[in-house]
């Protein structure tokens, strides 16, 4: 989509007809705003969304040095990006410009009418994504500022986190932009205090973890005191298809995920094997759009919520959370999916985060910047990631241990890289050691048959070995195979543990009530696909078990 037509989906003009069946479907009646009066402010949760009956409003960034003009909203128009569906805190605010008559609609009501009125529903949900998109892509938008080093591990983990979590932030290298030294002085900080997290004005954290960076900027969503139907544990493809799909049929639907939506698939680059997008499509569009459409329907998504254990009470199942907390479910689907496995070369661990990367985004690719990187493994997470990856490095180096890339990688990916004249390719060939200090500076690599070794100068390595599944936190009840992967299936009636006189369904663990979806699931094909196929299919087997209780 070119600039000029996102122009004209993010800011449409609703015909007096759209806004007679708005504000009927809702009940809003004209409210009036004085010149200079707040609509809603930067940082406001749960705010009202807007539409200009007379007057205009004007859409303010306060979060750089100077205050932003980004938009005038006019008759007919209306305020709000995707922070009305998600929840999460206003990037910006909203201020009467001049007296202007709005209707006003609270998040609730806007909900109702996205789900009730098809033609107006496709012109809002459109418009917010839009406008969110002008945002991230925007180098006048500032958002939250993290002021730290490209050679911090805690630099890399707090933008990281920001970054998956979609959250609008601009990053100040300490190594070399210049501004540095204003900004410190400003938020009266040294060096030695970064990464430092602020936001306009205001500095709000000092090196803060994953979770006191969720709760300043208000992205963490405390669960309701309720007992849900389907409470969902992993937000990749697999559990946010079952939130979409769960939340939608009419299930009180919860979604719990440690760190980020989108999982592994979220941080690719590039899928263009997923049906319907012949195009491709990034991880994170493909995570960001079910999101939107979880909560559309009203699923209630919690992040970062660690679960530390399950506990077993009658027919319910007691999800006991990290932070003391325990929510109570009918029915619980694990998709916690898996995490790529650790290098295990000498010298790896302690350069995580400043030169070891288990994600190729552009969070990774900006460290890396014209460099040389090298990326292992020989799958498909490899190959987008080197694919990726080759238009930001200046040569990008593929190590695998066996002698045949088209082994374990799709052929449309091999082909892709055979065609890009910055991609070589190094069989049988794995690294040996890891050397810098303070951040990596080069690899030493041997190839097994000949037994060659090599130093190789490089700022980063891009690691895709294989994958090891999270279900550390399960209790016995739940049988693993050896690998660690849940099981599931009919085979699982001769489980000592399944309780139920029935077969258990085709998702089904060795607990009643309690499935599996995607890469955590035993037997499962490693694939988005197939993971959204999975986690759909779970909440028809949920509505089955709910009908027996």
Known sequence: MNAN??????????????????????????????????????????????????????????????????????????TGDISHLTGLPAVVSGIARGDCEVYEITGDALRQVLNRCPAISDIVLQAFIARRQLLRESPNFTGLRVIGSRYSPDTFRVRDFLSKNRILFTWVDVENDPNVDRLLRQFGVTESDTPVVAC???????????????????????????????????????????????????????????????????????????????????????????????????????VPTLVNRLAFENAYTLVRLDGGET?????????????????????????????????????????????????????????????????????????????????NMSS???????????????????????????????????????????????????????????????????ERDGKGFVRTGADLARSPYWTSGRQPLLLETSRPGVFAAGDVRSGSVKRVASAVGEGAMAVQFVHEHLRHM
Not at 245 to 264: K, M
């Open 5 to 78: 037509n996102l122009l004209s989906v993010a800011f449409p003009t609703l015909d007096e007809a759209q806004i007679r069946q708005l504000a009927g479907c809702t009940h809003a009646e004209p409210k009036l705003f004085r010149d200079g009066q707040t609509l809603f402010a930067v940082g406001e949760r749960n705010m009202n969304f807007f539409v200009v009956k007379s007057g205009e409003v004007e859409i303010v960034d306060y979060t750089g040095d100077e205050r932003k003009t980004i938009v005038v909203h006019r008759p007919g128009e209306f």
């Open 412 to 478: 449309y990916l091999v082909r892709r890289i055979e065609q890009t004249p910055n991609i070589e390719l190094l069989c049988n060939t794995t690294i040996r050691q890891m050397n810098g200090n303070g951040h990596l500076a080069s690899v030493d690599i041997v190839q097994s048959q000949t037994g060659e070794e090599r130093t190789v100068e490089t700022p980063g390595v891009f690691s895709f070995i294989g994958a090891d599944p999270r279900t550390s936190w399960l209790p016995p009840e739940i």
């Open 200 to 302: 306009g004005s205001m500095l709000l954290l000092r090196n803060p973890s994953n979770r006191q960076l969720a709760d300043a900027i208000g992205i963490r969503q405390p669960l309701e005191d309720l007992v849900y139907d389907l409470v969902v544990v992993g937000a990749g493809p697999a559990g946010l298809a079952a939130a979409v799909y769960g939340a939608s049929e009419g299930l009180r639907t919860a979604i719990l995920e440690q760190t980020a939506p989108g999982g592994q698939a979220g941080s690719s680059m590039r899928i263009e094997n997923y049906l319907g997008f012949p195009t491709g499509l990034t991880g994170s569009e493909l995570a960001g759009r079910a999101i939107l459409q979880a909560n559309k329907f009203g699923a209630h998504l919690s």
């Open 327 to 407: 929510v109570t479910a009918k029915c619980l689907l694990i998709a916690t999916g898996a995490d790529y496995r650790r290098l295990g070369v000498p010298g790896a661990d302690g350069f995580e985060g400043t030169g070891v990367y288990y994600a190729a985004t552009l969070a990774e690719a900006h460290l890396c910047q014209g460099s040389q990187v090298v990326v292992v493994g020989g799958g498909n997470s490899a190959g987008q990631a080197a694919v990726f990856l080759s238009g930001h490095a200046h040569r990008v180096l593929i190590l695998i241990r066996g002698d045949d890339l088209y082994k």
